[in-house]
């Protein structure tokens, strides 16, 4: 269903958080569960992944993961803020230790003057440490900004470690 580099990306991270006792959550906006989806498509996921939230409109983010709707109106669905109040707002509502939040503009339309077609906020939130974002620019059309955008979680994944480096809730 994903192609064989995603896959592999995906059993990787599931190795790497299962030796470490790790537990992952995602919210999802332009990506609509790709995320959860690649990572549930590896045999045994589930002793890492907890959940997973796609929360597509501004309501969603605001009653499933907590975002105040005055953030999304001051800074836009598509922003660094909202990525970042996205990914604590999972932690809150989950037994993760990591989590990863995406929105973004995937297309074909939705784009604005500072808020180009491919815009994308990754952001990935840890128990008792950082929060953090990174902003992307995607080339391409829908399809190939959302498996991108899947990507490049991922690799946010790998690289985002709770600080006592032990598992807790």
Known sequence: ??????????????????FAGYMVATAESCTGGLVA???SDIP????VLDRGFVTYSNVAKSEMLGVPPSLIMAHGA???????????????KSKADVTV???????PSGATETKPVGRVYIATA??????????????GDRTAVRLAALESALERLRKARPASGLRCY
């Open 1 to 18: 269903m994903y192609p064989e580099h995603i896959r592999q990306l995906a059993a990787a991270l599931l190795a790497e958080y299962e």
């Open 37 to 39: 989806g690649a990572l």
């Open 44 to 47: 045994g996921s589930s002793k």
């Open 78 to 92: 598509v922003s660094a803020e909202v990525a970042v109040a996205m990914a604590v707002g999972t932690l809150a």
């Open 101 to 107: 939040a995406i929105t973004g503009i995937a297309g």
């Open 126 to 139: 840890v128990r008792r440490g950082p929060a953090n974002h990174k902003e992307y620019t995607f080339a």
